[in-house]
């Protein structure tokens, strides 16, 4: 069956639908990861986005058990080509399948360069998919133009608090969208992870005498979460160590009085080089972020930049005076992509007094 994807500027690419047959409206990003798909497609920070996979084969090794989460959270995917026959020792079944099982539309056989060109010299843009030939843009273009977000932590976040046990140090994981991989990084160091609720409050936190505290990553404006940021005004007031991903680092720094805005198009993909500010020296990282710290507003008594990015000189992380809190925009869980900076597990639970 036909389908299309119409951008908010009027382009429309005409492919094949892959998974649901729904329409949808959502924000359009491309991701350049040239390895896993599995772990971009379960990482609940696309939720409330349509995601364009920019490396042109998609799906060779099907669905394995390399996922972020316990399913897939765009709204919409969009490939150049799916595979037709998966393989893998490992394969449980197709993305065809995943899609169509958690009612996610796609569409595959479009031109995903000539698409990632629009959005880089566009920037980011709305965008729909549909199955309907007879698409009307007098009556499409409107609808995307206003079309928002609003907030989507609240969709991916735990319902109930879990524990990973371990022996060493006691770490409260806030799940705003967490990637598995965060957990697992704590617990493979001997951490005794508990994941939270995103809407839990510092109380209840701080009550349970954690060792540390991590903010994961999630979707969304991080504007958006303004009573997460309450509660976190009250962890960085509590003289707990802290550790924050992406948009944990984001909603730290706006409880801290700093503000965020969105960038043209993003950073997502394995390859972003990122300098460490203390040693001048440059990790290669994984990303996921269409939103920055603007480090202009922030108060040099309250934080200095840590990391930034060669590529923009955007922000990457922060380091928070007198307080043992440090925050990073991108991904030191990787999956997928580089491992490089995965000692920062290491360097949070030096910082909670290491594992004895
Ligand atoms: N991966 C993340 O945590 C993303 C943070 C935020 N939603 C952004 O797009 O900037």
């Known amino acids: 069956m036909k389908a299309f994807l119409i951008l908010e500027d009027g382009t429309v690419f005409t492919g094949t639908s892959i998974g649901s047959t729904r329409e949808i409206i959502s924000e359009i990003v491309f991701n350049t990861s040239m390895t896993g798909y599995l772990e971009v497609l379960t990482d609940p920070s696309y939720a409330g986005q349509a995601v364009v996979m920019t490396y042109p084969l998609i799906g060779n090794y099907g669905i394995t058990p390399d996922m972020e989460s316990a399913r897939p959270w765009p709204d919409g995917y969009i490939v150049r080509e799916l595979s037709r026959m998966p393989s893998n020792f490992r394969c449980q079944g197709s993305i065809q399948d995943f899609l169509t099982k958690h009612d996610i539309p796609g569409i595959a056989g479009i031109d995903t360069r000539a698409l990632t060109k629009i959005l880089r010299e566009k920037g980011t843009m709305n965008g729909m998919i549909t199955t309907n030939e007879n698409y009307n843009l007098d009556e499409i273009l409107p609808k995307l133009k206003e079309y928002t977000t609003g907030n989507v932590v609240d969709k991916v976040t ?141 108060d040099p008594k309250v934080a200095k930049p840590a990391f930034v990015n060669v590529n923009d000189g955007t922000n990457e992380g922060l380091e928070y005076v007198g307080k043992n809190i440090f925050t990073v925009q991108f991904h030191p869980e990787a999956c997928p992509g580089p491992q490089d900076s995965s000692y920062l597990f290491d360097r949070f639970i030096q910082m909670m007094g290491g594992n004895q």
């Open 158 to 298: 735990c319902s109930e608090k879990n524990v990973l046990k371990g022996s060493g140090k006691k770490v409260a994981l806030m799940d705003f969208g967490a990637k598995n991989n965060i957990a697992k990084s704590l617990n493979a160091r001997g951490c005794e992870v508990t994941i939270y609720p995103a809407h839990t409050s510092a109380e209840e936190i701080l009550g349970a005498n954690p060792d540390g505290i991590m903010l994961s990553n999630g979707p969304g404006d991080p504007k958006e979460c303004t009573a997460i940021i309450e509660e976190l005004k009250k962890l960085y007031a509590s003289d707990v160590p802290i550790f924050a991903i992406c948009l944990g680092h984001q909603l730290m720094a706006l409880a801290n009085g700093a503000d965020t805005h969105k960038m043209k198009y993003g950073h997502r993909g394995g390859n972003h080089p990122v300098k460490d500010l203390s040693t001048g020296r440059v990790y290669i990282s994984s990303q996921n972020h269409g939103y920055v710290v603007d480090t202009d507003t922030l």
